[in-house]
């Protein structure tokens, strides 16, 4: 059972490149998201999905594009890189069934912009 | 809107002492908590979460918290550190509407010195 997968693990980008950052989970979770993780500032959150087909902004959605076309994956696109986005990326999933069920998150992709 | 807040980005105990990591919440509704632990260039994993049905509640690895309303917190304890839990420790809450995400503290970071 592989859980929240990420690809890539590991990415640098030139400015103004664009990449896509694919997260896959098998757990056939509704709920998906999107977080940046950066020093002393926790996790944040960039976009979420509760559904396929529906995506929604988070706490720090700017320069950053979702799309979630099947139930299973969820897609961050960075269209013109910037080095304020380099960051470690994680996806999580949730069963989403009550408030406190919990999220499992994958391993992470750090991306740096030079 | 909810919200956390962890006290301490740095805390170093001895193998064997007590562990206390420290987390304050603030919310309108009956908050949904959460303790994550990340190791080193993982993701995040649940140590254990509070979900109203016992104020101390116990997770993984010997490490338990417990809910105090009129003190708003909600600290993580450990009776005997070890080595192993050396890895940052997040504190998060679950949001109130219907999309389940979740709100992270800014992280503490446990070393354990021998």
């Known amino acids: 059972n592989a859980g929240v997968t990420q690809t890539p693990k590991f990415r640098v980008l030139k400015t103004g490149q664009s990449m896509t950052l694919l997260c896959a989970q098998d757990?056939?979770?509704?709920?998906m998201y999107w977080y940046r993780q950066d020093p002393g500032m926790g996790l944040r959150l960039i976009h979420y999905?509760?559904?396929?087909?529906?995506?929604a902004k988070g706490e720090v959605p700017d320069g950053y594009n979702v799309s979630r076309l099947k139930k299973q994956n969820f897609l961050l696109g960075l269209e013109s890189a910037a080095p304020s986005q380099t960051s470690v990326y994680f996806c999580?999933?949730?069963?989403?069934?009550?408030?406190?069920?919990?999220?499992?998150f994958g391993q992470g992709t750090r991306l740096t912009v030079v | 809107a909810q919200s956390v807040t962890q006290l301490g980005s740095h805390v170093s105990v001895s193998e064997g002492a007590l562990v206390l990591l420290r987390c304050n919440y603030s919310?309108?509704?009956?908050?949904?908590l959460f303790w994550y632990v990340q190791y080193p260039n993982q993701g995040l994993q649940l140590l254990l979460k509070?979900?109203?049905?016992?104020?101390l509640v116990k997770g993984i690895n010997g490490f338990e918290a417990e809910f105090k309303k009129s003190e708003t917190s909600f600290h993580l304890t450990k009776p005997s550190a070890h080595m192993s839990d050396a890895a940052e420790y997040f504190c998060?809450?679950?949001?109130?509407?219907?999309?389940?995400?979740?709100?992270f503290g800014s992280g503490t970071q446990l070393t354990v010195l021998p």
């Open positions: 919310s309108s509704v009956p908050p949904y």
């Open positions: 998060a809450v679950s949001a109130s509407g219907s999309a389940r995400q979740l709100t």
């Open positions: 999905s509760v559904g396929e087909g529906t995506t």
């Open positions: 999580a999933s949730n069963k989403g069934q009550w408030r406190n069920t919990e999220a499992f």
């Open positions: 509070y979900t109203s049905a016992a104020t």
């Open positions: 757990m056939n979770h509704e709920y």
